[in-house]
């Protein structure tokens, strides 16, 4: 129950700010990494190789200061579709891990070639397609934007994860899945799938013969991201030497191997940057997100 | 590469030295896992996880899966011994398996749980490795509404298979069902009678409401009983299953093994679905149906053999697609991953050595189970032996231990205690409290079916009979009540005695 932990972790973390000099004697404490997901599950996988370089980068092993795991679906999306005592700004964005694109798929044999064909189709029958992805995530609303520029309704038919969705697809339960690249590519391989577009900015390396939604005419941009934040209010001089920190772990060639055997490519932004990125994902969701406010 | 080619193969790559040692690590550590209540083959998987980053990838699924399957094993002998079930696939063991010990037939009773663990998961393996890729595609026409009314199936045989009658089943599955509803709905994430409490969220954990309505009131009976223990100390003689036990065995075993490997290609508390089918069933086939409850044989080898078949099975679909069906294949899947493997159709052409290794393994690993828990069997009657002024505490402390350590929560243990006390009353009012415990684990997995099945046909019910196998549930859900109402008026039984108790109910 990643999500009701999440909560109250990001609402005592929001209350903490290291003591004032904190700096000066930097890292001087262990600094406590924060990953409020499940054990063995993505983001603590990805932490875990973090914390092993990171404790190689700094003078002490670990070192009373906090630092969170954050993906856009935590400290994005969330705070827009349930009632939260944080929002996107509430963090001071450390660096971007690791960003990957998502993949709207249907099974081989159903007559749509790409997202563009599906939502004609959509509106030629006046049919509502369904999709499988979890309820309130990125994809979800993703799929919401696409549905309003297409002017198609798509049905959720909300699933536990990937996994589940892949099976629901392939069994012919549901239409399409909208999920990460990992989860589909072996069964586009094997040819029991079809990718129908990508939501980058540009086409994905791995799928470069998959249009994005964007070349289609439905400029929906998603592209989950994974990194690092401290608590607001956490003295520049701290920040600064995180940062610093944080790109040198992301240059360390024993994390980049780590990242590639699990299939993640490091995409790293640090800083300003990162936190604009944050401001967009804002930007782009809020609206979208709105019908799902309860 | 024929199959027999593969599994020499495998066979070269599971019989190292270093792969050995690895095996054998994974199915004790799974095997003392099971045994410990709280803490499951999910949990034991995650810990050990990270442990196996320097093992090459072979050995560190080889490793994980014994885990894996090893605590199926394990999770039979406290719920046999001291009515406390190790994990939720073995509560319908309980049943059976306490009474056999309560009877001075705990010896017969792990014996038997041991052999067609073995037997289950020996086969379960052979079906894993011939039969994952036509199996698996039969499996993915089992959508939504088919696993909707597999449930209600499951659902309508607890009731039949409880001590105490039909309606009481009925009423205490209904709110089991509702205790489930507690916490973060499956669709959408929003609380549900969690009244803002952040330990309410996740919602009423099986293990502490298990832990509680089984151990604790189990203790509590015996306290206020006292004298009871003292005729099964007097007759602890037996310790192995005799011959007739096996004649009575045998079949259950094999069923058991069937039913459970097919539950196990399916979503969801797969094994906990798989044992209770299996109970009923073998109910139903019995010549004694009327032992069942009172310490039937038939009642522990079905069930038993039928979690560990399960646990095969779900690995058909994590292998034949790469994709997890229940929590321990999903961190199982963490661990592939985490070795650059990606389970699924292509795995057995990129990595044949792990493929085909880690089945062979599966073989390996079951008869090491075995040998390892037959002679355990001897040592765990002993516990029996021991004078209930120091196992009855000894009990109460386990299951605290059990239901802290789930999720580090105080407020579980409380769950247990109240679970305990209700337990207690329930049985001294002549209910049998499984149904409450397996529908709070079936409830989530119905309700999210459920809801999946009538957003897909846009609202419509019909989707429950139009479809073929989702029909063929719901008919045998229906008969099994018709066949039990015709059963009850034959015996001209007074409407009254439908809800009387049944003598020696829990």
Same mark, same amino acid.
């Given at each position: ?24 004697? *930097? ?19 990805? =932490? ?6 990171a404790?190689k ?6 070192d ?26 509430? *963090? ?16 081989a ?33 993703? =799929? ?6 297409g002017?198609?309704? *798509? ?16 069994g012919?339960?549901?239409d399409?899945?909208?999920?990460s ?17 990508? *939501? ?11 249009p ?16 690092l934040?401290?608590?607001k209010g ?15 772990? =992301?240059k ?6 780590? =990242? ?35 | 590469?024929?199959v027999l ?42 810990l050990?996880?990270?442990?196996t ?44 398996g306490h009474?056999?010990?309560?009877r ?35 499996a ?15 659902l ?8 105490s ?26 609380g ?23 151990g ?9 009983t ?70 039937a ?19 058909v ?24 493997l990606q ?47 120091y ?10 231990v ?18 305990g ?62 066949w ?23």
């Amino acid at each position: 129950m990643a999500r009701l932990v999440l909560c109250a972790l990001l609402t005592a973390l929001a209350l903490v700010s290291p003591a004032p000099g904190a700096a000066a004697e *930097f890292p001087a404490k262990p600094i406590e990494l924060v990953v409020p997901w499940a054990t063995g599950g993505r983001a603590d996988i990805i =932490m875990r190789l973090f914390a092993a370089s990171a404790g190689k980068q700094l003078p002490h092993p670990v070192d009373g200061h906090t630092l969170l795991a954050a993906t856009v679906g935590a400290n994005v999306i969330r705070p827009l579709t349930a009632s939260l005592p944080y929002r996107y700004d509430s *963090f001071a964005p450390v660096g971007q891990i690791t960003a990957s694109t998502l993949v709207l798929a249907s099974k081989a044999d159903r007559p749509w070639k790409n997202l563009a064909e599906l939502v004609a189709d959509a509106k030629k029958r006046a049919a509502s397609p369904t999709f499988g992805c979890p309820y309130g995530v990125m994809p979800h609303i993703a =799929m919401i934007a696409v549905g309003r520029r297409g002017g198609v309704d *798509f049905k959720i038919v909300p699933q536990q994860g990937d996994g589940p969705s892949v099976t629901a697809v392939l069994g012919g339960h549901i239409d399409t899945i909208i999920g990460s690249p990992a989860a589909i590519l072996p069964h586009l391989k094997t040819g029991d799938m079809r990718a129908l577009a990508t *939501f980058g900015e540009a086409r994905d390396p791995a799928l470069s013969e998959v249009p994005t939604a964007t070349e289609q005419g439905f400029p929906v941009v998603a592209a989950p991201w994974t990194g690092l934040a401290a608590p607001k209010g956490t003295p520049p001089a701290v920040l600064a030497r995180l940062r610093q920190t944080f790109e040198a772990v =992301m240059k360390d060639p024993e994390f980049v191997a780590g =990242m590639d055997k699990l299939g993640e490519r490091v995409m790293p932004i640090v800083g300003d940057a990162f936190a604009a990125r944050w401001k967009q994902d804002q930007e782009q969701w809020e609206e979208p997100a709105k019908t799902l406010r309860k | 590469v024929s199959v027999l080619d593969g599994l020499a193969q495998g066979f070269a790559v599971a019989l190292t030295c270093q792969n050995l040692l690895y095996c054998f690590a994974g199915v004790l550590l799974g095997t003392v896992l099971g045994v410990m209540p709280g803490i499951g083959p999910v949990a034991g998987i995650a810990l050990l996880l990270p442990a196996t980053f320097a093992l090459p990838p072979a050995s560190a699924i080889i490793m994980l899966a014994g885990i894996f399957y090893g605590t199926m094993y394990g999770g039979s002998t406290t719920s046999i011994l001291v009515n406390v079930p190790g994990e939720a696939a073995s509560v319908i063991t309980c049943i059976d398996g306490h009474e056999m010990a309560k009877r001075g037939r705990a010896g017969p009773a792990l014996g038997v749980a041991a052999i067609g663990s073995f037997v289950a998961g020996t086969v379960g393996t052979v079906g894993l490795m011939l039969l994952a890729p036509p199996l698996m595609r039969v499996a993915l026409r089992f959508g939504p509404a088919e696993y909707t009314t597999l449930i209600v199936f499951a659902l309508v045989v607890l009731a039949f298979l409880a001590r105490s009658s039909t309606l009481r089943g009925l009423l205490l599955g209904a709110f089991g069902l509702l205790l489930g509803t507690i916490g973060l709905e499956p669709m959408s994430g929003h609380g549900r009678y969690t009244f803002g409490l952040p330990d309410l969220f996740d919602g009423v954990g099986f293990v502490p409401v298990a832990m509680g309505l089984f151990g604790l009131a189990e203790i509590l009976d015996r306290a206020a009983t006292p004298g009871r223990t003292e005729v099964v100390r007097g007759r602890l003689t037996q310790l192995w299953p005799g011959r007739a036990d096996w004649q009575r065995a045998w079949r259950p075993i094999l069923r058991g093994t069937g039913i459970g490997f097919l539950c196990g290609l399916l979503p969801g508390p797969n094994a906990v679905i798989a044992s209770i089918v299996s109970y009923g069933v073998e109910k139903r086939a019995s010549r004694r149906p009327e032992e069942f409850g009172h310490g039937a044989i038939e009642g522990v080898a079905g069930p038993e053999s039928a979690n560990n078949a399960a646990a095969s099975g779900a690995l058909v679909p994590l292998f034949a697609l790469g994709l997890p069906s229940s929590p321990p294949t999903a961190v199982l899947l963490a661990g592939f991953l985490i070795h650059g493997l990606q389970p699924g159709p292509l795995l057995v052409q990129q990595r044949p050595d792990v493929f085909w290794g880690v089945l062979a393994s599966m073989y390996v690993g079951n008869a090491m189970l075995l040998v390892l828990n037959l002679p355990l069997v001897g040592l765990f009657v002993r516990i029996l032996r021991v004078p209930d002024v120091y196992l009855l505490p000894a009990v109460v402390l386990f299951c605290m231990v059990g239901a802290y350590s789930v999720a580090n929560s105080l407020t579980d243990v409380w769950v247990m205690v109240g679970s305990g006390l209700f337990g207690f009353a329930a049985r001294r009012l002549g209910f049998d409290t499984a149904p409450i415990v397996l529908a709070l684990v079936l409830g989530p997995a119905l309700e999210t079916a459920l809801r999946q099945a009538l957003i897909i046909s846009g609202g419509s019910p019909a989707i429950f009979v139009t479809r073929p196998l989702a029909a063929l549930f719901l008919a045998l859900a229906a008969a099994l009540i018709v066949w039990n109402a015709l059963a009850a008026l034959r015996h001209r039984r007074p409407a009254a005695a439908l809800i009387a108790d049944t003598p020696g109910g829990v």
